[in-house]
């Protein structure tokens, strides 16, 4: 069990007097099973507490549904290995029985992605835990998969004077494992990229216990001329083509230097253009965040004006003129200059989700939809979102922020 892991909300009834909401008939676990997961040393459990645990992440309506006393789909038994051969023993067991497995790190994710809809075994990789090898000289880290992003942070950080520059909001909670399998972003990720480029290699334990190994832990380089990118394939499988138990990935040093910025434009379309200008000079600041009127004022309390908050770290060298061609884009783009609190203001409350739960108990639905596309596309998309959520009858507000761009 995540131990940074806070419920998302609490249930209306005792663990063991919950309903399941999907009524696809779940896998009855096989005679033997249960001795077999024992006989490898796993950690495991069947009390109601676990497998109700297991059954949810943080999906916004498995939060209204906690309330009604429903979870999503409680699994028949909590697997928690933590070693890699453990890992195998399990997959292997469950592939002889055709047990399904679904894995899951610290549930931080809000579409139901890590609930086991067939029951099964659900697979808690938060035991694979720990900082392995790191290289100072390649910038390479080894770090087990179930290792929560703080604690990866604090080691890199405090000890070997690096860091990931992986800072989803979900940090306190999210594992490495999750990241890779779910093809996370971070909040930095304009400087640093997304975690696909970060990952350098994995250890993978596949459905019949075999044991994969890419990229830079199969002993590769940086760079290959031969086949294709297996690293890639298992990046964002979400444990659909194996178990991740282990990921290399890429470090910097710490950043020694850091700039902010923030503007206030008369449309977004204004914040969209200068960001377009910006990046298309090649400059890329590890934060830029922009925020249409409406997430604006409920963000920074301000009456008008769409906001861009900036931020970029490490050496002066290249910060200060990255951070030059910011504001001579934002300028030119008809922005004002705001003052930099504003950056100071998100760096403490970004990670807040403290009004969630109280909203929720309001029986207000909150969620965010993430989207992607190209920058000719970004306003009218902006404009057809908006108009389509205010449709929505029972809708109290629809805002939106760019939060990485590329």
Request: glycine letters at 12%; one cysteine or more.
């Amino acid at each position: 069990m995540n131990p940074y892991a806070a419920p998302p909300i609490e249930w209306g009834v005792r663990a063991g007097e919950l309903e399941d909401v999907f009524s696809a008939t779940p896998c009855e676990l096989p005679p033997g099973l249960l001795a077999d997961l024992e006989a490898s040393g796993t950690e495991m459990s069947t009390a109601p507490e676990a497998l109700a645990a297991a059954a949810r992440d943080w999906w916004p309506l498995a939060l209204h549904w906690a309330l009604e006393g429903r979870a999503p789909r409680r699994p028949g038994v909590v697997a928690r290995p933590a070693t890699r051969e453990q890992v195998v023993s399990i997959l292997r067991a469950a592939n002889a029985s055709g047990a399904p497995v679904t894995a899951s790190g610290g549930r931080s994710g809000v579409c139901g992605g890590a609930v086991p809809v067939f029951g099964g075994i659900a697979l808690d990789c938060c035991g694979l835990s720990g900082v392995g090898e790191v290289d100072p000289a390649s910038l390479l880290v080894t770090v087990a998969a179930g290792t929560i992003g703080r604690e990866l942070e604090a080691e890199l950080s405090s000890i070997h004077g690096l860091t990931i520059g992986h800072r989803p909001q979900s940090i306190d909670l999210a594992t490495v494992g999750g990241w890779v399998a779910c093809r996370g972003a971070g909040q930095y990720s304009t400087r640093y990229g997304k975690i696909e480029d970060i990952v350098a290699g994995l250890e993978v334990v596949l459905a019949d216990g075999r044991v994969v190994r890419t990229g830079a832990l199969q002993g590769c380089g940086p760079r290959s001329a031969t086949g294709p990118d297996l690293t890639q394939l298992f990046v964002g499988s979400e444990g659909t083509l194996g178990i991740v138990t282990a990921a290399c990935l890429r470090a910097h040093p710490l950043p020694q230097h850091e700039e902010r910025q923030a503007w206030a434009f008369p449309s977004l379309v204004a914040g969209l253009e200068a960001l377009r200008r910006t990046l298309r000079a090649g400059a890329s600041p590890a934060v830029l965040r922009l925020y249409d009127e409406r997430e604006a004022a409920r963000s920074f309390d301000r009456d008008g004006g769409n906001v861009l908050i900036a931020l970029d770290e490490g050496d002066e060298a290249f910060v200060g003129p990255t951070m030059e061609v910011l504001e001579r884009e934002s300028g030119a783009a008809g922005g004002e200059r705001l003052e930099a609190t504003l950056v100071a203001r998100w760096l403490e409350e970004r990670n807040d989700v403290s009004a969630l739960a109280p909203a929720v108990r309001a029986g207000i639905v909150v969620d965010t939809i993430e989207v992607a596309a190209r920058w000719a596309d970004l306003a009218g998309l902006y404009d057809d979102a908006i108009e389509a959520l205010t449709a929505i009858e029972g809708l109290l507000v629809a805002s939106a922020h760019v939060s990485h761009a590329y």
